[in-house]
């Protein structure tokens, strides 16, 4: 009987102790993402850091990966609206 009391209460004990130590559901983890696109930030910019192609235009070939990068920032918007954190991290490949 009294063997049984012990381990009832280390039952309850456990329980309690888990319940306390564990993270409140109310935390939102913060989630860090990296994007990597082909941006070529590298050939649209010399050594003195000036725009090498005229104004109001874009090297074509740097169009896939800026709408890579414009999608992600899309579905990053919807995730804010559903109130999840993200942290966007792009990096030039």
């Given at each position: 009987m009294k063997g049984r009391f012990y381990f009832l209460l280390f039952i309850v004990f456990c329980s309690k102790t888990q319940l306390t130590l564990a993270q409140p559901s109310s935390a939102k983890q913060l989630?860090?993402?990296?994007?990597?696109?082909?941006?070529y930030?590298?050939?649209a910019f010399d050594?003195?850091?000036t725009y090498r192609?005229?104004?109001k235009s874009f090297?074509?070939?740097s169009?896939?990966?800026l709408e890579l990068v414009e999608g992600a920032f899309l579905a990053l918007d919807t995730?804010?609206?559903l109130k999840v954190p993200i942290e966007l991290i792009v990096i030039d490949t």
């Amino acid at each position: 009987m009294k063997g049984r009391f012990y381990f009832l209460l280390f039952i309850v004990f456990c329980s309690k102790t888990q319940l306390t130590l564990a993270q409140p559901s109310s935390a939102k983890q913060l989630f860090r993402i990296g994007l990597f696109a082909p941006l070529y930030l590298d050939s649209a910019f010399d050594k003195n850091s000036t725009y090498r192609f005229p104004p109001k235009s874009f090297p074509k070939y740097s169009t896939p990966g800026l709408e890579l990068v414009e999608g992600a920032f899309l579905a990053l918007d919807t995730l804010n609206k559903l109130k999840v954190p993200i942290e966007l991290i792009v990096i030039d490949t």
